[in-house]
């Protein structure tokens, strides 16, 4: 079982939909992070959580310490949104590397 | 938060020669990472960079096959020694920043051996 995982695997949805990803872990973590991977390959960082919540824009992001469970969400939705979202986190402990979820790939439809 | 230029963006690449990929970060910083993103694939760990000191490798991955350098406190190199197709991969280097983010990311190199 991978430590981090991500629900849905591949999202499709009509521009103006309100979206969530969600990602559970397993381990202990110091801080979970959202991230953006256009086609291209780079990546932009979007949240880093320890508790609570962060809003930025039409992004959201939800953790739950004791469930060990975070969510992001999307509001009005639109096709520039389309990407992969990917949920990582830091292991309680470590020297600061991340440890990946699988991703979830995003198309939003115009 | 830091900004990173990572060259190139992308490569084809014959089999049994070397690619390097260069990481220029715009501020000091202590850790580089580098990552592998196989097709289809999330990220994995290639090994964490300091500088003075050697790379430390991640299981699977050896000093040989992906040497690093790291000459200064702005910049890292990863080489692809003697590629084979399955070296075909996205390659990104991270930094920790002490921001809002938490990490920065290199723009990728998409390299594609043949």
């Known amino acids: 079982k991978n430590e981090v995982e991500q629900s849905p695997q591949n999202l499709t949805a009509q521009e103006g939909e309100f979206i969530t990803i969600n990602c559970s872990y397993s381990v202990g973590i110091s801080a979970l992070h959202w991230l953006q991977q256009h086609p291209g390959g780079g990546i932009v960082s979007l949240f880093m959580?320890?508790?609570g919540k962060k809003k930025h824009g039409r992004l959201i992001a939800t953790i739950n310490i004791q469930e060990k469970h975070s969510s992001l969400h999307i509001t009005a939705s639109h096709p520039r949104d389309s990407a992969v979202y990917i949920c990582a986190v830091r292991l309680s402990g470590s020297a600061r590397q991340l440890t990946f979820g699988s991703g979830t790939q995003l198309t939003v439809l115009p | 938060s830091a900004v990173i230029s990572q060259k190139p963006s992308r490569d084809i690449c014959q089999r049994g020669t070397s690619l390097t990929i260069q990481c220029q970060v715009d501020s000091q910083v202590t850790m580089m990472f580098w990552y592998r993103q196989q097709p289809g694939q999330s990220l994995t760990l290639i090994a964490t960079a300091n500088q003075g000191s050697e790379a430390t490798y991640e299981s699977g991955f050896v000093i040989d096959k992906f040497p690093i350098s790291r000459p200064n406190l702005t910049f890292s190199t990863l080489t692809v020694s003697n590629m084979s197709p399955e070296d075909s991969s996205i390659y990104l280097c991270?930094?920790?920043?002490?921001?809002?983010?938490?990490?920065?990311f290199g723009s990728g190199t998409r390299l594609t051996v043949v």
């Open positions: 991270s930094v920790g920043t002490g921001s809002y983010y938490g990490y920065t």
């Open positions: 959580l320890s508790s």
